[in-house]
């Protein structure tokens, strides 16, 4: 294997969370693949921050996840550059609202592409790679998981379907390599602005009365990939409680 630091893939890693979470891996001590979808802008910035702090240490990497024959080739050009995979963070998601009823096919398909196909068939491509590492595989889920709202119900359940694929992957990969998730509650509203009556009712629903903060989910992914030796197939709530109501 080529060098001495340890690889991951980060999926919509350009922004957001995903920025978050490449921020932090590459500060202790990854070498970063950084997929982004449409946000080429950001994830170039991303990249040059991350390169000025350490040269040859970040390949950018663009995919439709919903394009299944990109995913293997997100892996084998990470191995291609970097040598090695140790870790697989599948960060991207599909997110829209729809009233239920008239949900259709289309938007079905789409939530079930990015947020449970896509990772479960990246993990299939990464395993040789991260058996030989002996690495993990951290899947972003959701509190809507397990606490859906009824305005979203297909994307409820394809993080379901998520949660459900970290346990599969959990047995089907072990012992060598270890998946877990992490299900985030009130991080970060969404971009299009959220009802400001919602915004109470989710901040009364959480026990800590706060959102989280981006850096508490990187810390929570870190911590699974790097220092939770003992635990696989696990969904990690860093929802500040909001899972118990």
Known sequence: MQGGHPVALVTGAARRLGAAIARRLHAEG??????????????????TELEAARAGSVLSLQAELGEFD?????????????????ALVNNASAFAPATFGDIHPGHWDTMMAVNAKAPFFLAQAAAPHLRAARGAIVNLSDVYARAPRSDLAAYATSKGALEAATRALAVALAPEVRVNAVAPGAILWPEEGIDPALR?????MTPLGRTGTP?????????LLRDARYTTGSVLAVDGGRHLG
């Open 70 to 86: 990109r995913l293997p080739e997100l892996v084998a050009r990470t191995v291609g550059r970097f040598g090695r995979l140790d």
């Open 200 to 204: 109470e009712r989710l901040l009364a």
């Open 30 to 47: 990854y070498d970063l693949s950084l997929h982004h979808r449409g946000s080429a802008g950001e994830a170039a910035a991303l990249a």
């Open 215 to 223: 850096e508490e989910i990187a810390g929570a992914v870190l911590w």
